[in-house]
């Protein structure tokens, strides 16, 4: 269905070629997951894939790509590729321009001049089985990360394409929305939909696969099956995550510190609600000082909500949250920046600085810390980017920019350190670095809260485990007898 035959590309005003030298099958029917670091060039393989890079870019191209059996140059426009074609983008939200699910969904099925029986018999399977019943009145653009996943999922299969382009459309869900998005990806694939799949949730995905590729700096370091690619130590490593011996990581010196910790969050009867809709119900909870604590739950059970309350970008509606002895309410943001540091899902939204040192300092200035090219050498050279202090923020790979918000936090030595899904869209070994780098900073003195919907994470590297749902704290398990 869809070839790429000794294809690269180099995007304008850069030098460095992101695809080189690609060549490709995806045969009809069969699924072909592409894996690898952050920038080695697999979201512009679904563009090339998807004959966006031939119609809508300028840059390089050499080599050709073919869609069923067809140059894309042959094709006169998109929309005529998107009559085979659909494409999911790993920004969701970037696809989305009516008011509410429903519109969404029907403007795919709508476009292909269906009658409309069959437009509502379309329409009704399609939410059944994309878990969208619930929010078909919902704005889009209101709903947590992985329900907008979802709807861009379901606006994809609408006009019932043959060939399914995605990338990494779980990389916002949870475990259970996860398993729905495969459950479906694989009945689509019975159905003998071609799929070309950009993940990094090779286990999730494994029964499905037939083909696994592995993206290097824009190269194709490995390509098989499953089996005969994982064979290799170093690509296996990329693929699979290996969180071995993180959560027995010691500091330096050695020693334990058994002395009981103070509480360092305390939360008492919180709720809060966007308007009608309650996010959190009567919470309760202690955090203490130097711990490794995971919170985990499926999309909209409250996680960031709660998180967000650390550090005064919400209040409570009710109740209090006590951070290091200040109550929030009374509480400046400013003295809550200095306890409390907040790393978002997407770290693209922290940064607008013209290099990374810059982007690092511009904390230190507001908060008048002294010494402020030592200390950002320091966050630097902990998160293994100190190489990197003179670069365009945005130069750099998703992971390098994960790291480099986890530094943009820690150079203000907050006492807690708070992380919201800080290994999305990373490999394998970008991931087990991250994770290094939270366990040292524990090790430290740092208190180190996650969210995750990375069960291996929370299990393997966290003390103790949180779970919430429906705006509620449902558990809270110690990993270790601690």
Partial sequence: MIELQNFSYTYPHTVQ?????????????????????SGAGKTTLCLAAAGILYHEYGGKKDGRVTIDGKDVAAYATLSEIAKTIGIVFDDAEAQMIFTTVEEEILSALEYRGLEAKVIE?????????????????????????????????????????????????????????????????????????????????????RDMVDTLVVLEAGNVSAMGSPDEVLRDERIRRIVIPDFSGIRDMQPESGAKNDTPSPAVVAVHHLSYAYGDTLALIDINLDIYAGEFVAIVGENGSGKTTLVKHFNRLLSPMSGDVIIKGKNTKTATITDLARDVGLVFQNPDHMFFADTVKEEIGFGLKNLKILNGDTIIDAALREVRLLHTKDLYPRWLSRGERQRLAIACVIAMSPAIIVLDEPTTGLDGNETRLVMEILKNLQNEGHTIIVITHNKEIAQNCADRIITMEKGSIISDIPVRGS
């Fill in 121 to 205: 018999e379309r329409l009704a399977s399609i939410v059944a089985t994309t878990y969208l019943t619930d929010l078909m009145n919902r704005s889009p653009h209101h709903l947590s990360g992985g329900q907008k996943q979802r709807v861009a999922l379901a606006a994809t299969l609408a006009p019932g394409n043959d060939v399914l382009i995605l990338d990494e459309p779980t990389s916002e869900l949870d475990e259970h929305a996860t398993r729905r998005i495969v459950d479906i990806l694989t009945t689509l694939k019975a159905q003998g939909k071609t799929i070309l799949l950009v993940e990094h949730k090779y286990l999730h995905f």
């Fill in 17 to 37: 070629a992101a695809l080189h030298q690609i060549s490709l099958p995806v045969e009809k029917g069969r699924c072909v997951m592409v894996t690898g670091p």
